[in-house]
C-alpha cells in the first residue's frame, strides 16, 4: 500500500471510541464522545520518538491527554492501541516468539507496542502537518 492510502486511512479528528459490554451507561455516554482520533494521533507521535524501543500502555499513559488536558489511564491507552493494532499502525514488539513484557507497576508488567511501517508512516505525516501549523 502507498503511503498516501497509509495517510488517508487514519482520522486523527475521529470521534467515539471502544467501550466493554459490561461497562456502566456514563462509560458508554463517554465513548461516544472522546476524541480516539486525537488520543491516537498522541500515541503514534509518542511511539515515533520512543522507536525502535517501543512502549507499554502503562508508560503512553503520561504522554496521551483527553480534552481537559489530563492524562488518561493506562486502561483507556490500551483500548487506543487496540484500535490502532485493528488499524494495522501498531504492534506488538517480538521477540524470537515471544511477545515483549517490561515492568509497569510493582509486581506487574505490560506488553510493549511499536510502530509498525504503516504506523511510521502516519506518524511521519501527521509530524509534518504539526510543523506546518
Not at 482520522?11 to 456502566?24: E, L, N, R, S, T
Not at 511499536?114 to 501527521?126: D, E, F, P, W
Amino acid at each position: 500500500m502507498n503511503n498516501n492510502k497509509v495517510v488517508s486511512l487514519f482520522d486523527a479528528d475521529a470521534i467515539g471510541g471502544k467501550v466493554g459490554a459490561h461497562h456502566p451507561s456514563t462509560s458508554r455516554v463517554a465513548a461516544r464522545t472522546v476524541k480516539a482520533g486525537s488520543q491516537q494521533s498522541q500515541i503514534l507521535l509518542a511511539l515515533e520518538a520512543a522507536s525502535p524501543f517501543g512502549m507499554t500502555a502503562f508508560a503512553l499513559s503520561d504522554h496521551v491527554y483527553n480534552g481537559a488536558n489530563r492524562a488518561i489511564s493506562p486502561n483507556q491507552t490500551a483500548t487506543r492501541l487496540g484500535e490502532l493494532r485493528e488499524k494495522g499502525l501498531v504492534e506488538f514488539l517480538i521477540v524470537g516468539e515471544e511477545k515483549v513484557e517490561r515492568p509497569t507497576t510493582p509486581g506487574n508488567t505490560g506488553f510493549v507496542h511499536v510502530l509498525n511501517t504503516n504506523g511510521h508512516t502516519v506518524a511521519r505525516s501527521l509530524q509534518e502537518s504539526q510543523a506546518h501549523v
